[in-house]
């Protein structure tokens, strides 16, 4: 708030200049409002000290001679004589933030300073007291409002909120445990099924065997004491019964292992338990993450281009392409490139960006897997070093040693997630938004692994 200057004439009986001589041009000034209530309360405020003896003519403006409103807090000048002047110290000093006798501000040390009338300085500041004890009566009311209204309001809420998402808790989790349950159940029996069928299969196979090894053996041994025990003359005439004894055992055959006398794998494979798992995994207490993975430069295709922090792969037009230097580790014919981290132990999960991209590989390899050449030894998914999901014209594809096994994709997919786990031997395909398994492969990995990539298509990003 802006104050006015006011000009006043101050006129002092007892001044040495002579009796009622006027000061014009003293500059005077109502309270400042902007100035915090305290800080102007202590200006020329002074609290009272023991009386002077009575013997004295006059008063200090220090401390002695103030009194004290103790009802409205406001210090009372009235009984104030200025020591210098002997005069009533009646103005007050805004400069110096002190009381003053009219002659200080004439001749003394308060000449030319902004001055105000003490009475009006007195309402000034009892105005401002109100003001303020008005808007604290004001917030204190809101306060009460806010206390009494609002945090009530909101702890009733909060009562009703938290029963209602336990409720959802304890409703989700129970629908997925017996969804759970139900999936452990039917898991099981199939593996106790195929279990028990295995077992029929080998005890068949045990029964067929040995009666044809009891066969074969009683017929060798027959045919080997004729061999020894026949005379010569009946040997001669005995060749068609050897014939058919020699037959006999040649049809007998050879055993030979099937997949029909081992366990299949596919008893236990189950999209929710598998989803479950890669969700528990991926988004649980102890998610893993392999931030330290970029695309390693040394293996980096002549036909792709890597960003300068080791996280983008984009395909480059022939006319635009460069002979990096030779290194033994570079893919030198198809548009491929490695990670940077070797895994052979643990869980390792990474994401890949492949935006728009039409025609994209991302996967793994063993860390053997060829550089050289144009054949299928150095072709990601053609040879049993590497395991890789494929997008090209639109399809998608899990690819290894050579066999392609489509992937029915909703929804095309702009980022892809890896999930290794090593302990399990399981690589997992997945989109990180739904946490949907795109393909899932066991396999008893034998060496440590690299991640793998190929684009000829756009660019791809490895995101952490």
Not at 114 to 131: E, G, S
Not at 202 to 231: C, E, I, K
Not at 314 to 327: A, E, I, T
Request: charged content about 20%; aromatic content about 6%; some cysteine.
């Amino acid at each position: 708030m802006t104050e006015e200057l006011i000009t006043c004439e101050l006129t002092c009986p007892s001044s040495p200049t002579g009796p009622g001589k006027t000061l014009n041009g003293v500059k005077t000034k109502e309270m400042d409002f902007e100035q915090p209530i305290f800080s102007v309360l202590s200006g020329g405020v002074k609290p009272q000290q023991q009386q002077q003896p009575a013997g004295d003519t006059a008063l200090s403006t220090s401390p002695a001679g103030t009194t004290a409103d103790t009802e409205s807090g406001i210090f009372s000048g009235e009984c104030e004589f200025c020591v210098e002047h002997e005069s009533e110290l009646d103005w007050f000093c805004g400069t110096e933030q002190r009381l003053i006798c009219s002659h200080c501000a004439i001749v003394g040390s308060c000449h030319g300073h902004t001055v105000t009338p003490l009475a009006t300085r007195v309402t000034t500041v009892r105005n401002q007291l109100v003001d303020v004890c008005e808007k604290m009566q004001l917030k204190a009311l809101r306060i009460e409002r806010f206390i009494d209204q609002t945090l009530a309001a909101k702890e009733q809420k909060l009562q009703v909120a938290a029963s209602r998402a336990r409720e959802q808790v304890l409703a989700q989790v129970s629908a997925a445990r017996e969804a759970l349950e139900e999936e452990e159940q039917r898991l099981l029996e199939g593996v106790q099924r195929e279990e028990e069928r295995v077992e029929q299969c080998l005890l068949t196979q045990r029964a067929h065997w040995s009666q044809a090894l009891a066969s074969l053996s009683q017929t060798r041994s027959g045919l080997v004491h004729t061999l020894t025990h026949t005379p010569d003359t009946q040997l001669v005439t005995s060749v068609q019964e050897i014939a058919d004894r020699v037959e006999e055992a040649e049809g007998v055959g050879e055993p030979c292992d099937t997949d029909q006398l081992n366990l299949n794998p596919g008893c236990s494979d189950s999209k929710l338990l598998k989803g479950l798992w890669a969700t528990a995994v991926l988004l649980g207490p102890n998610a893993y993450g392999s931030s330290s993975l970029k695309f390693d430069e040394r293996t980096v295709s002549p036909l792709l281009s890597l960003s300068d922090d080791f996280y983008t792969l984009s395909f480059l037009h022939k006319k635009v392409r460069q002979s990096p230097p030779y290194d033994p580790a570079r893919f030198d014919c198809w548009p491929n490139a490695l990670g940077s981290l070797s895994m052979s132990s643990g869980t390792h999960s990474w994401v890949v960006d492949v935006g728009q991209s039409g025609a994209f590989k991302v996967g793994v390899c063993y860390t053997s897997l060829e550089r050289k050449g144009s054949g299928n030894e150095a072709r990601l998914g053609y040879n049993s070093q590497s395991w890789v999901l494929s997008h090209y014209d639109g399809d998608y594809s899990f690819c290894y040693a050579g066999k392609q096994v489509p992937l029915q994709v909703v929804r095309r997919p702009q980022r892809i997630g890896l999930l290794l786990d090593w302990p399990t031997h399981t690589l997992m395909f997945y989109e990180p938004n739904s946490s949907a398994v795109l393909y899932s492969v066991t396999h008893p990995f034998s060496a440590p692994l690299l991640p793998a990539f190929a684009v000829t298509d756009r660019s791809i990003t490895i995101l952490h």
